[in-house]
């Protein structure tokens, strides 16, 4: 079965320093990966994608994400970490050939503190 | 111009009542879906529509009836509703539903059922 995790439920990391949320996967064949962020009472906002190629995607916001296929992972980072980027963030994957249908992860929620 | 719209954006209505809610897309995708975002913040589809054509309905009670008048429309009409259906329900549109397509949401609609 195809499935997404995000382990950690809670990521804290203090302003201005390195900030990583973790996503790994399970799908049969090659994924799209996608991160998204959700400011609270807001929708989904798309950040970044994986599609081919070169493993590190620069997305919004000054944030960029790894792809290891070996590691089945695609984590989410950022170099200097602001109190803005507080919010929720899902990874999400779909299956090279299937359409329409994304399988989401739980989310994790990001709290910067000043 | 905002991409994907709902109407309205908070729902609040007693046990039994049927409702709907709307969603548009200005983007000219042939893809929408609907999703409902639990208090946990867990993301589920519930249905996906390709030029108003159903593609996705997943485990939802029908009460759910969604409705595609066009492709730029994707509307959900709930009856009977219930205490559990209290979420927020997220639009989505996407060019094709295809491949490495992103999804675009909208900015949700809290229901809640009293």
């Known amino acids: 079965a195809q499935s997404v995790a995000q382990p950690e439920d809670q990521v804290n990391v203090a302003e201005g320093n390195p900030l990583t949320v973790k996503c790994t996967y399970s799908?049969?064949?090659?994924?799209?990966l996608f991160w998204y962020v959700q400011y609270p009472n807001r929708g989904l906002q798309f950040l970044l994608k994986y599609i081919t190629g070169d493993n590190l995607v620069k997305g919004s916001y000054g944030f960029e994400a790894e792809f290891n296929k070996s590691q089945t992972s695609f984590h989410l980072k950022k170099p200097s970490a602001l109190v803005s980027d507080s919010a929720l963030y899902f990874c999400?994957?779909?299956?090279?050939?299937?359409?329409?249908?994304?399988?989401w992860g739980a989310g994790t929620k990001l709290i910067i503190k000043p | 111009d905002t991409a994907v719209s709902q109407t309205p954006k908070y729902l609040v209505t007693q046990m039994g009542n049927d409702k709907s809610i709307k969603c548009e897309q200005n983007l000219g995708h042939d893809t929408m879906y609907w999703y409902k975002q639990d208090s946990k913040k867990f993301l589920k589809i519930m249905f996906s529509?390709?030029?108003?054509?159903?593609?996705i309905n997943e485990t939802v009670p029908n009460r759910f009836s969604p409705k595609s008048p066009d492709k730029a429309h994707l509307n959900l009409h709930i009856n009977s509703l219930e205490l559990g259906d209290s979420a927020v329900y997220f639009c989505a549109s996407s060019p094709s539903g295809r491949g490495p397509d992103t999804q675009y949401f909208g900015p949700g609609t809290r229901l809640t059922v009293l």
């Open positions: 529509y390709n030029n108003k054509e159903l593609i």
């Open positions: 999400a994957v779909r299956r090279l050939g299937s359409n329409y249908q994304l399988i």
């Open positions: 799908v049969s064949g090659n994924p799209y």
